[in-house]
């Protein structure tokens, strides 16, 4: 009776505290989900150099998935099985991982419409779409003439083009083996802008921009008033080619390069570019055919701005900008000098006025420069040490990163005046506020994507989980609220309201529209068919048997293609396959789709093969054999499920 | 402990209301007659929104072509034509032995009926597979059951 009431009193306490002061009972609150709850947001997350997305729930900071794009993925087959291994070619070869830092969802008029998100490769410089019906990786695309695709993969206000621009300039692929002695004169960074299809999603590689041999670091699209725009910063205006960490630090300034888009689409148009040959592959997965193909594509259209004028500007940014940030208001643009002590906030009325008038400083590299004060609204004066990144709420409010001071700290756009700070724990490097990159802030969180957790969680060795935490940003001051660790190392992430997506989901395949070309469309068409030393097994799999389950006839040196359909046509019941001695990884085969295991036998035998994904009650029942038997055997071909024999 | 017990109830009430999913027709007053629910139970016709078919004599033949397509793809894997169980239990005499709205009950609403259905039940604790949704529309599952009748030898 005594502990009932104390419960209660304790309730009642929290209650009537103000919104300000955060107490642990507070917080938990505020991210409980409820067992059998939904989550508000979902969370999509780059994994650096797990190559991969995730999706967690916000606020409770449950893992929902793991999206694998550039990097193969054991746990359900996407990179081992025969359809999916084609996502990752390159004009490199079958490249099985990159370093995957930003993300970027669709939009419709600046505003999240969940469609896709997209996603960027930085090593080996690619973009890749996902759908979010699905949450399945559709197509990838290399970026021809680039190194380091890392300001990628912004977008524009109504999805027409997603950004690829270069970390690292190098030699064109038309000139490719030069002197690095050469950088000033053959190293070359590109802004590619890949555009989308409206219907379909689809990317093609509609231009790239010829920039000098600086470092394109991060960019965002303009917004509003600014929609022909896209903004890119800079560091290394030096072109430095070695110990960059100091010979890239000397100039006072490095640049924000403003690029009309909508005019170089034009121009792009008008034939003004130059046709590059070059060979890069493009790959997509067929939803129909449950298979992807490649296409190498050979073409691509360049544009020069020192010859084709006034489409490109620069503005002086202090100090080696990092982010490169634009404003639900679509009129300032913010650059974040990782070495600067303020942060400029830029005006996109005032830098239209400075073109008009040719308010100029010079020009670097051919390209005009304009004035650093003819461009600047203000600048937030001792913010922090190390800024980085920025995002904003729907209250004209900004909230940067701190890397070197651990912190995030809110201002005022308006007023350049700061707010409020937190710290971090510790280093942060991205942040997000729920659509906190686009005209409509969701608002009601910040999340802070931190570099080092240190003493944060249990210790488990020299590694440590990377981490992320939730602040509530609802009231005037920031409060965090809750610690998860992140899978990989996770960059640049957005937050949608799930009400946006969560309709949408797909639940199965249809068999019904299954155009693979092995696919057994019921037990009736499940068979074994040898063409030379390829053996073709055409399984289907139901709850709880794989059929066929008993298979003679294989031989030393055949290549065994397991094609298996999962007949359930009901949500949540996928099938895995597995043999012993595969050197790939397992399969995992949703409701309706086929998906396909090589296997090469490398001895005499009775293999045992099964379903991996645990599926009914007779779940450990559905196994079966294959006898592999010496090469040259007349063994016959023999397949069967039960009684009588399937043949 | 007064107050207590008046906690207990309250939660219980808030409990009960709160209770989602499930439709609720089931809970009918003791005072009332059987829900339409149950007489569909009780008739041996399963629960779903299939409550009447009408058979054809002859058999439509254009149905059971389709029936047979849907079978070869959707029901093969568990259910064969004779008398065998596999997973599920063989096809022959289903015709004889359940009223039509209750096997198209059991085709295009399964969950429901392993949850209430007293037969269906009695067929999962022989099968111990929960037989799955195959998300097999109204139209196609009458077109499965004419299949069945022709299997059981109607014309």
Known sequence: MGGALLIIAALWQCKTKGAASATASDAAQKVYVAPGTYDEFYNFVSGGFNGQVSVYGLPSGRLLKIVPVFSVFPENGYGYSEETKAMLNTSHGWVPWDDQHHISLSLTDGIQDGRWMF????????????????????????????????????????????????????????????????????FRGTASFISINPQDGHM????????????????????????????????????????????????????????????????????????????????TYDERTHTATTKWETEAIMLDPRELKDFVYFIPCPKSPHGCDVDPTGKYFVGSGKLAAVIPVFSFEKMQAAIAAKNFEGEYDGIPVLKYDAVLHGEVQKPGLGPL??????????????????????????????????????????????????????????????????????????????????????????????????????????????????????????LEENNHPYVAKGEGQAKVVREGNKVHVYMTAIRSHLTPDNIEGVRIGDEVYFH????????????????????????????????????KPDRAGVVPLYCTDFCSALHQEMQGYMRVSPAGSNVPLKFSTGEPEVQ | ??????????????????????????????????????????????????????????????????????????????????????????????TVRRKPEWIMNMVTNVEMMLDKDEEAQKLLQLCLTRMPNQNVSIGDARDVLEFMRSNDGEK
């Not at chain 1, 969701?442 to 990377?466: C, F, M, S």
């Not at chain 1, 999962?566 to 019941?573: A, K, R």
């Not at chain 1, 043999?579 to 086929?594: F, H, N, Q, S």
């Open chain 1, 119 to 186: 996603a960027n490769a930085n090593n080996t410089p690619r973009v890749g779409r996902v759908d979010l019906k699905s949450f399945r990786t559709m197509e990838i695309m290399e970026i021809p003439n680039a190194g380091g695709n890392h300001s990628s993969p912004f977008i524009t206000e109504n999805s027409e083009y997603i950004v690829a621009g270069t970390r690292f300039s190098v030699p064109m692929d038309d000139q490719p083996d030069v002197s690095i002695q050469s950088y000033k004169d053959n």
């Open chain 1, 204 to 283: 093609n590689l509609a231009f790239q921009v010829l920039l000098p041999g600086i470092n394109l670091d991060l960019s965002r699209s303009g917004k509003g008033p600014s929609h022909d725009w896209f903004f890119f910063s800079c560091y290394n205006s030096e072109r430095a080619n070695t110990l960059l960490e100091v010979n890239a630090s000397q100039n006072d300034k490095d640049f924000i390069v403003a690029i009309n888009w909508k005019k170089a689409e034009e121009l792009a148009k008008a034939g003004r570019g130059m046709k590059k040959s070059v060979r890069y592959a493009h790959n």
């Open chain 1, 389 to 510: 990144h920025t995002e904003f709420d729907a209250d004209g409010n900004a909230y940067t990163s701190f890397f070197v001071s651990s912190e995030i700290v809110k201002w005022n756009v308006e007023s350049l005046q700061v707010l409020d700070r937190v710290p971090t724990y510790y280093s942060i490097g991205h942040l997000c506020v729920p659509g906190g990159d686009t005209k409509k802030p969701w608002g009601k969180y910040v999340i802070a994507y931190n570099k080092i957790t240190k003493d944060r969680y249990l210790p488990t060795g020299p590694e440590l989980a990377q981490s992320a935490q939730l602040y509530d940003i609802t009231g005037e001051k920031m409060r965090l609220i809750l610690d998860f660790p992140t899978v990989g190392e996770p960059h640049y992430a957005n937050a949608m309201p799930a009400s946006l997506i969560k309709d949408q989901s797909l639940k199965f395949f249809k």
């Open chain 1, 564 to 599: 298996v359909t999962n007949l359930e046509q009901d949500w949540d019941v996928p099938h895995g396959f597995a043999i012993k001695g595969a050197a790939t990884a397992e399969i995992l085969i949703m409701p309706g789709e086929t998906q396909t295991l090589l296997w």
């Open chain 2, 1 to 94: 402990m007064k107050t207590l017990y008046g906690l207990l109830l309250l939660l219980l009430v808030g409990t009960a209301a709160c209770g989602g999913g499930e439709t609720g027709s089931s809970a009918s007053p003791a005072t009332a007659g059987p829900t339409p629910e149950e007489k569909m139970l009780a008739e041996g016709k399963g629960i779903g929104e299939v409550k009447f078919v009408e058979l054809k004599t002859p058999l439509e033949t254009e149905r059971v072509t389709r029936g047979k397509a849907i079978y070869d793809m959707k029901c093969a894997a568990c259910h064969k034509l004779d008398d065998k169980r596999v997973v599920g239990p063989g096809w022959k005499e289903v």
